[in-house]
């Protein structure tokens, strides 16, 4: 049964939080809560749903600060690789005049891994280790091969930057290498921006033709 997706634009940055959900069931994987906790609580209400996991892409503040108090109204483990759990929760990750440090969440967070395979709300996900934005970079493809969500590794005609601590440009076009060999067809949902598609993105982003 495919999952419905809705994007909800959150934050001074317009970052793309994710709310995946079983139509039949009302399991909810929220994806990068980057701010605007009250209006997402809203409307999880609204969906009546039941949220399962959080999954994050990626540690920076504008992609989690909502995280802490979603969590402490409707607990569920955090997914998190372990080379930006390491910073993503303390004062490094603030961004001043925007952003205070992220608070971590109360619960357990779950270290992810390349290749790793998670079944959450009654469908199967693989986790794509994708650095070069963050050290610990991922992507969640949904399978099968019905969505993959990005966070900033990469958007509709450009891809995230590495010039803030721990990017790395070389490193990322590791990245983009290994999505540019995923279906043609498959869904891209960003951190940011407007969705697209891998096929679309080789045709016409120049950091994944090069």
Not at 193 to 206: A, F, V
């Amino acid at each position: 049964m495919p999952m419905n997706i809705e994007a909800r634009v959150t934050g001074f940055i317009e970052e793309n939080c994710y709310l995946v959900s079983n139509p039949a069931t009302r399991e909810t994987v929220v994806i990068d809560p980057g701010d605007d906790a009250a209006q997402l609580l809203v409307r999880l209400d609204e969906m009546d749903a039941v949220v399962v996991a959080y999954l994050l892409t990626h540690g920076h503040v504008d992609h989690i600060s909502a995280l802490a108090p979603l969590c402490a109204l409707r607990p569920a483990p955090v997914y998190l690789h372990p080379l930006d759990a390491a910073w993503c929760f303390t004062p490094q990750n603030a961004l001043p005049g925007v952003y205070a440090p992220p608070p971590a969440p109360q619960g357990p967070i779950v270290s992810i891994a390349d290749g790793e395979g998670l079944t959450l709300a009654g469908a199967h996900w693989t986790v794509l280790e994708t650095p070069g934005h963050t050290p610990g970079g991922v992507c969640y493809k949904l399978e099968p091969d019905q969505a993959l969500f990005v966070g900033d590794t990469l958007f509709r005609g450009s891809v995230g930057r590495t010039d803030l601590p721990g990017g790395d440009a070389r490193v990322l076009s590791r990245s983009l290498q290994k999505l540019a060999a995923l279906p043609d067809a498959l869904a891209v949902y960003p951190g940011h921006g407007e969705s697209t598609t891998i096929g679309y993105e080789k045709r016409h982003n120049y950091y994944l033709q090069s």
